[in-house]
Antibody
């Protein structure tokens, strides 16, 4: 069955960096687009980033553009999110999610359990 | 960015009730709309995609309709496990955007 397991969350100071990972299994990783979506404490869902099935053509939310980089490692079926220059309002649970499709726009059919990132001085 | 507006923000209902949640897009998104259910401390669960297609394994009491800018999620006969927060999401263009959520509570 499809499994997505995030890791890498933790506490970081403003201006710091963090790298999140999402280990994928149970499906052909190279065939599907992947997303990161976050949720601040007590708030709604915010889309963060997307990368196509082939690792090309990433897209980012306006609030993270230029600071976050999404990538995928096909050798060990892992999705990554490199987060730099972190701000207090980046504090959230970060979910990775599998798209229903490879490169065309589609909904997300599987989600990980999330990893908490706390930005605090 | 396309703005997604859900209404109501919350509602109280009883088991067995018919519940309707609406979602309005700030511009035409055709049928590029999904609905998710989220329970506290859990990841979202896909219910509906392409505005009206039921995701595999989702009970048939859930249905979606609409196209263009106006969409609806209907739960025909509310069950105890349906008390949760529901989000719409447009995937017509980037950045993808979610509605603010509708919390369905027990009356």
């Amino acid at each position: 069955q499809v499994q997505l397991v995030e890791s890498g969350g933790g506490v970081v100071q403003p201006g710091g960096s963090l790298r999140l990972s999402c280990a994928a299994s149970g499906f052909t990783f190279s065939s599907y687009g992947m997303h990161w979506v976050r949720q601040a404490p007590g708030k709604g869902l915010e889309w963060v980033a997307f990368v196509r099935h082939d690792g090309h053509n990433a897209n980012y939310g306006d609030s993270v553009k230029g600071r976050f980089t999404i990538s995928r490692d096909f050798s060990n079926n892992t999705l990554c999110l490199e987060m730099n220059n972190l701000r207090l309002d980046d504090t959230a649970v970060y979910f990775c999610a599998k798209s229903l499709a490879g490169g065309i726009p589609a909904a997300n059919d599987y989600w990980g359990q999330g990893t908490l990132v706390t930005v605090s001085s | 960015a396309i703005r997604m507006t859900q209404s109501p923000s919350s509602l109280s209902a009883s088991t067995g009730d018919r519940v309707t949640i609406t979602c309005r897009a700030s511009q035409d998104i055709s049928s590029y709309l999904a609905w998710y259910q989220q329970k506290p401390g859990k990841a979202p669960r896909l219910l509906i995609f392409a505005a009206s297609t039921l995701q595999s394994g989702v009970p048939s009491r859930f249905s979606g309709s609409g196209s263009g800018t106006d969409f609806t999620l209907t739960i025909s006969c509310l069950q105890s496990e349906d008390f949760a927060t529901y989000y719409c999401q447009q995937y017509y263009s980037y950045p993808q955007t979610f509605g603010q959520g509708t919390k369905v509570e027990i009356k």
